[in-house]
């Protein structure tokens, strides 16, 4: 028995004495700066914040802290690397939700592009607390994000936190393996304007938001500016969005204003986007259906006297303004009550549905702008 327990210790020394002995990987960083900003609409300061936001001192606290999150946008890069790590430096960082996962609030999400051309889903990782002052040792430690990779050349983007500011970003790879800047993979420019359904609440990945598998299945450029719970027709946002001069609008607005501010603002805000680009088409959707109202009559008429109010203002909106469109497909996230996390938003399943909904109706229209 001594010798039994004997055995047992020094086995479980020479395990500890390897461990230990075990090297930590050997990784080359570059700065995410020197390779490809994929969803950026505005030049800014800080590369990863969506608006300088100190340029407009109307912009409420709240309206400022979501422009200096990184969602909607990415890092395209090509490498022969058989590992890849992310190194981020955060500022603000905010648990959205008790629904929203680490990997969307401060984590990254790593498609690869597989050999019949399509963007593939690779990893979602995160460190498993969040970043904040007290953990920032912890924290500032790089995030494996795939080992065992091919050595074969590879297009990879990684998507960026959804409710996170970041001050710095690294892309590391395996010693000796080459990353390099490639040209932005998708096609134009399409600012993407809207809610938390925009911004990406309850997404179980950053790149698993509605803009981003309608920018991968169509190979377009949306870029997107979501507003969580502050995507109410603000005619400033209509300045700065069109001061971006992209190719064309698309905007998720109903979903946050009242009834009372649709009807005093839409104009407003058409007439600031076309104050600087007065031809590129704006494509307003319809609100998706919530399941909270399944058995709620209150929540219910509510819900519904928006999405009819929507649509009877819209039908004379469309008529008003030239280039001017209303996308209204019912049922966008099925019928089958299944994708809602939290009775508001859908979970990736659900956003996903709600990509194909409008997917089609949505390049009909920008076929008619030579935008393909």
């Given at each position: 028995?001594?010798?039994?327990?004997?055995?047992?210790?020094?086995?479980?020394?020479?395990?500890?004495?390897?461990?230990?002995?075990?090297k930590a990987p050997k990784i080359d960083f570059v700065d995410a700066t020197q390779l490809t900003m994929v969803g950026k609409l505005c030049e800014t300061t800080?590369?990863?914040?969506?608006?300088?936001?100190?340029?407009?001192?109307?912009?409420?606290?709240?309206?400022?802290?979501?422009?200096?999150?990184?969602?909607?946008?990415?890092?395209?890069?090509?490498?022969?690397?058989?590992?890849?790590?992310?190194?981020?430096?955060?500022?603000?960082?905010?648990?959205?939700?008790?629904?929203?996962?680490?990997?969307?609030?401060?984590?990254?999400?790593?498609?690869?592009?597989?050999?019949?051309?399509?963007?593939?889903?690779?990893?979602?990782?995160?460190?498993?607390?969040?970043?904040?002052?007290?953990?920032?040792?912890?924290?500032?430690?790089?995030?494996?994000?795939?080992?065992?990779?091919?050595?074969?050349?590879?297009?990879?983007?990684?998507?960026?936190?959804?409710?996170?500011?970041?001050?710095?970003?690294?892309?590391?790879?395996?010693?000796?393996?080459?990353?390099?800047?490639?040209?932005?993979?998708?096609?134009?420019?399409?600012?993407?304007?809207?809610?938390?359904?925009?911004?990406?609440?309850?997404?179980?990945?950053?790149?698993?938001?509605?803009?981003?598998?309608?920018?991968?299945?169509?190979?377009?450029?949306?870029?997107?500016?979501?507003?969580?719970?502050?995507?109410?027709?603000?005619?400033?946002?209509?300045?700065?969005?069109?001061?971006?001069?992209?190719?064309?609008?698309?905007?998720?607005?109903?979903?946050?204003?009242?009834?009372?501010?649709?009807g005093a603002r839409i104009r407003p805000f058409i007439e600031a986007v076309r104050k600087s680009n007065p031809n590129a088409p704006i494509i307003f959707l319809?609100?998706?259906?919530?399941?909270?109202r399944n058995f709620s009559a209150r929540y219910e008429k509510k819900e519904q006297s928006r999405i009819d109010y929507v649509e009877n203002i819209m039908a004379?909106?469309?008529?008003?303004?030239?280039?001017?469109?209303?996308?209204?497909?019912?049922?966008?996230?099925?019928?089958?009550?299944?994708?809602?996390?939290?009775?508001?938003?859908?979970?990736?399943?659900?956003?996903?549905?709600?990509?194909?909904?409008?997917?089609?109706?949505?390049?009909?229209?920008?076929?008619?702008?030579?935008?393909?």
């Open positions: 028995m001594r010798k039994l327990l004997l055995a047992l210790v020094c086995a479980a020394m020479t395990l500890s004495v390897s461990a230990q002995k075990k800080n590369p990863y914040h969506r608006v300088e936001v100190e340029k407009y001192p109307d912009f409420t606290k709240r309206e400022a802290q979501l422009l200096k999150m990184s969602s909607g946008l990415a890092i395209a890069f090509s490498t022969n690397a058989t590992a890849i790590y992310v190194k981020a430096q955060y500022g603000n960082v905010i648990q959205w939700s008790q629904y929203a996962p680490l990997a969307t609030t401060c984590g990254f999400n790593l498609f690869i592009k597989n050999d019949e051309g399509e963007w593939t889903w690779a990893s979602s990782k995160a460190h498993k607390i969040v970043p904040n002052a007290k953990n920032k040792e912890r924290t500032s430690k790089p995030i494996t994000m795939y080992t065992g990779l091919s050595r074969d050349l590879k297009e990879c983007i990684i998507y960026l936190p959804l409710y996170s500011e970041l001050e710095g970003l690294e892309i590391g790879v395996n010693k000796g393996a080459t990353i390099e800047a490639i040209p932005v993979p998708f096609r134009h420019k399409i600012a993407v304007f809207g809610s938390s359904f925009t911004h990406g609440s309850c997404a179980s990945g950053a790149g698993l938001t509605w803009p981003a598998f309608l920018s991968r299945s169509t190979g377009l450029h949306l870029c997107s500016f979501g507003m969580s719970g502050n995507s109410k027709l603000q005619p400033m946002i209509g300045e700065i969005l069109g001061e971006t001069k992209a190719d064309a609008y698309i905007c998720d607005a109903f979903s946050n204003p009242s009834v009372t501010q649709i319809n609100t998706i259906y919530r399941e909270a004379a909106v469309v008529k008003e303004y030239k280039g001017v469109y209303f996308v209204n497909v019912p049922n966008q996230t099925g019928t089958d009550h299944i994708t809602s996390a939290d009775g508001v938003h859908p979970y990736s399943y659900g956003y996903h549905r709600w990509a194909q909904a409008i997917e089609k109706p949505i390049l009909k229209i920008l076929k008619k702008h030579k935008i393909k």
